[in-house]
């Protein structure tokens, strides 16, 4: 199975998606300055960038699929 895994870099923050099987769901991670400082589990890739957009502003097409 390929997961799909996604970056974005916004204000000197550093944002991953990747995600896991379908009973497990999505990681969504923000980092700055290397270290992670919010990590959580959601439901689909999408809602990881809603998340992003509404908490942080991150524009949806500053996400690259690695």
């Given at each position: ?33 290397g270290k992670c400082i ?21 524009p949806i097409d500053f996400?690259?699929?690695?």
């Amino acid at each position: 199975m390929n997961f799909r895994t996604f970056k974005a870099e916004y204000k000197e923050l550093t944002f991953k998606i990747e995600e896991d099987y379908p009973e497990v769901g999505v990681y969504f991670y923000v980092y700055k300055e290397g270290k992670c400082i919010k990590d959580m589990v959601q439901d689909t890739i999408d809602t990881c960038m809603e998340i992003a957009i509404k908490e942080y502003g991150v524009p949806i097409d500053f996400w690259i699929e690695n």
